[in-house]
């Protein structure tokens, strides 16, 4: 690799690499301790940094615990630094790095659980837009109702996952002692999660699998009817209606989409 | 007062007798959701000022264009009194290292920043304000004092000074110099706003105290007295209390507030009497 010898370069050089000797940047003022002084620069950028990922993941840092998650975190960000300053966008990939790290194997869910809070992180900053009343469904004669195609909302996510992430989620971000317990969760059971934002606060709802299958299907832009068919498929009590007007109430959708196809 | 997310609901509730609020611009650059609409709501009721910690002024390779439009495209939205950013850099190579890095101090980087502020007013249509930094070791390759420095940039660009009387503190007493006397030898008629906030200090090393701009804590009596002598030679500017980590409750915000404007609220000849020296 070409040697830069910009002072830039040189500086950025040493504020990643302790290695790095700093005497050539520094003026020989016979200050002793100069590296300490250096230290403040590349200890205010690993904070800085740490502690943007620990408020984007807060249930990882419960799970992991704040040794494991400081040091992921310090070699997450040097083979992945932030391009950009805006930090509501730096870490996405920090779950999936977390969980191909050795030692990880008695969290199999860290990367579902990573994935669900930057879906909330994103859900949080997203454009803002009304959602569809169920009003305006109920207006609509059911025979046109299957045929109507729902718009999604801006704020809206879904996450399936073999774990129990929401319960695992809810557990490892409540204050509250009377929680449940983490052994309480039946860890063989699969979750489904929706993030929605109908208002200003995040929302983090588990959902019938079936009621998934139903969802995924709507927002791919099948039309209702279409929609139902891999859920009656899986269960034939499968109450499309209340299950539609569970989605509207959660926020899922912004409107009917009235375009077609 | 700087804006935090902790005391959205404080602030609606209480609509404090505030002059103005200041934000990080990157904490705003989002689509919407809840820190859009409650700066918006803000606005509605107080005077806002907006404060940049990424353009990376002092940068090598130009500045990030892409940001420097969704920053105008915030002031475009929220019409600040000011926009402000720091005589430092902290982008190289698209790399973002999360911090005010040092710019050392000669004709090519004073060139680089005058370029660099030249594009944020051109693009901003306003000038801006620049801050000055918190030090704590010199560079070789500077050949200039950071006042002259200042000085040329302000002349040259037209931009003003945010003041930061902490880094005027901190820098001077890591680098061992007089800080009055390097606050005299500043633009002062351009200080178009003041920034106080509290240090922490490393004392690990016996007779080599190193003081870090933490933000963390309360304003220091010695910074304080620095305050106030400044005032004293600028008259009364809007000053602002920084406190980004450790935040505390809104009152203890407030109390730090209140004394500042007790120093900002002195008898106004002793304010014209030192103007005039």
Redesign the interface.
């Known amino acids: 690799m070409p040697q830069k010898t910009?002072?830039?370069?040189r500086?950025?050089q040493a504020?990643q690499d302790p290695q790095i000797n700093t005497r050539?940047?520094?003026?020989?003022?016979g200050?002793?301790?100069?590296r300490?002084?250096?230290d403040?620069?590349r200890n205010?950028?690993a904070v800085?940094?740490i502690?943007?990922l620990r408020s984007a993941y807060p249930a990882i840092f419960r799970l992991v615990g704040e040794d494991f998650f400081n040091a992921a975190a310090r070699n997450y960000i040097d083979r992945h630094?932030?391009?950009?300053?805006?930090?509501?966008e730096y870490g996405g990939e920090f779950g999936d790095y977390m969980a191909a790290m050795p030692n990880t194997d008695s969290v199999p869910y860290l990367a579902d659980i990573a994935s669900l809070e930057w879906q909330r992180l994103q859900?949080?900053?997203?454009?803002?837009?009304p959602v569809l009343n169920i009003n305006e469904l109920a207006k609509i004669d059911s025979a046109e109702l299957v045929n109507l195609r729902l718009q999604r909302h801006?704020?809206f996510s879904a996450i399936q996952s073999r774990w129990p992430i929401g319960s695992i989620w809810t557990i490892c971000t409540s204050d509250a002692e009377s929680a449940t317990s983490p052994a309480e969760v039946d860890m063989q059971r699969s979750e489904s999660v929706v993030v929605t934002?109908p208002g200003?606060?995040v929302l983090t709802n588990v959902i019938p699998a079936t009621g998934y299958l139903f969802l995924n299907a709507l927002v791919q832009g099948k039309t209702i009817g279409d929609a139902a068919e891999p859920a009656l498929t899986e269960d034939p009590t499968f109450d499309t209606g209340s299950h539609l007007a569970g989605l509207v109430a959660l926020g899922v959708f912004s409107d009917i989409n009235f375009t077609t196809e | 007062m700087c804006l935090k997310p902790q005391h959205y609901e404080d602030i609606l509730r209480d609509q404090p007798d505030i002059g103005w609020f200041e934000v990080h611009a990157e904490n705003y650059l989002g689509a919407g959701g809840a820190p859009l609409h409650y700066l918006e709501t803000i606005r509605e009721r107080y005077p806002l000022s907006i404060h940049g910690v990424g353009l990376s002024i002092g940068s090598a390779d130009g500045l990030d264009t892409n940001h420097l439009e969704r920053v105008a495209k915030l002031v475009e939205r929220f019409e600040p009194e000011s926009f402000s950013e720091h005589l430092a850099w902290s982008t190289h190579d698209n790399h973002f290292y999360s911090d005010l890095l040092p710019v050392p101090y000669n004709q090519h980087t004073e060139d680089l920043v005058c370029n660099h502020i030249d594009q944020v007013q051109t693009r901003l249509r306003r000038p801006m304000l620049l801050e000055n930094p918190a030090n704590y070791l010199e560079l070789n390759d500077t050949v200039t004092s950071e006042s002259n420095f200042i000085n040329n940039v302000v002349q040259r660009t037209g931009c003003g000074l945010l003041l930061d009387v902490n880094n005027v503190y901190v820098s001077a007493r890591n680098c061992h110099y007089n800080a009055l006397d390097y606050m005299k030898s500043l633009p002062l008629q351009s200080v178009g706003e003041i920034h106080l906030a509290g240090h922490a200090v490393d004392d690990s090393i016996p007779d080599e105290a190193l003081l870090i701009d933490a933000h963390d804590r309360a304003v220091s009596t010695a910074v304080w007295k620095l305050y106030d002598q400044l005032i004293q030679l600028t008259g009364a500017r809007p000053t602002l209390i920084e406190w980004d980590t450790n935040i505390p409750a809104w009152q203890v915000l407030l109390n730090e507030m209140v004394k500042a404007d007790l120093l900002l609220n002195q008898p106004p000849a002793r304010l014209a009497h030192a103007t005039e020296n």
């Open positions: 910009d002072f830039h370069s500086f950025a504020l050539p940047l520094l003026k020989p003022t200050t002793a301790n100069q300490r002084r250096f403040v620069y205010n950028r800085s940094l502690d943007n630094p932030p391009t950009g300053p805006v930090m509501a859900s949080y900053h997203s454009a803002n837009s801006p704020a934002r200003l606060e």
